[in-house]
């Protein structure tokens, strides 16, 4: 009897090591790799990493899309993605550790982005960054926090002088 169980214990566990040795090889190792295994074509524009997982925008063909990995033993996995016209935003959720606005522009005045949330009585800001993936002038902003809900915000894009270049705003949940 003991012989028996002993037996089917070694079993399940060469073959959650089996199956953990098999996910482990056919897992890409990093972002670009698990993008590059969707889209051939894809076109790495901004990466930022969190300690739970990385927000990688990236271009193919005529779709920009922000994506949310996380990050493991078996290498990176897909958690969520959107498309980003002008921008989007990526709500937090049990998976997606804070709410992220992320948005381009080929605006070369563009000097700073402003989110601001009803509800929250302090806006975020965000420099712009240029893009990893292009030649020309796209930037690249980001705003996140933990304490963003993604729900009723107003974003507006300012220059250095303080004109207003762009203004998005959103009564209600995305």
């Not at 300012?158 to 209600?172: A, W």
């Amino acid at each position: 009897m003991f012989k028996k169980i002993a037996m089917i214990l070694l079993i399940g566990i060469f073959g959650l090591a089996a199956y953990s040795f098999i996910r482990l090889r056919n897992a890409p190792l990093d972002t670009h790799l698990a993008v590059m295994s969707m889209y051939n074509d894809a076109r790495i524009m901004f990466e930022h990493q969190t300690n739970k997982g990385n927000f990688l925008l990236f271009e193919s063909g005529d779709m920009r899309s922000l994506t949310f990995f996380t990050r493991g033993l078996g290498g990176v996995q897909y958690v969520y993605s959107s498309s980003v016209e002008s921008y989007v935003v990526m709500q937090k959720s049990e998976l997606i550790p804070f709410t992220v606005y992320v948005g381009v522009s080929e605006d070369e005045n563009l000097h700073e982005v402003i989110v601001i949330e009803a509800g929250f009585p302090i806006a975020h800001s965000s420099h712009m960054m240029p893009s990893i993936a292009s030649d020309d002038n796209t930037l690249v902003w980001m705003v996140a926090s933990s304490d963003l809900a993604g729900e009723e915000f107003f974003i507006v894009g300012l220059s250095e002088s303080g004109e207003v270049l762009f203004e998005f705003e959103s009564s209600g949940k995305q």
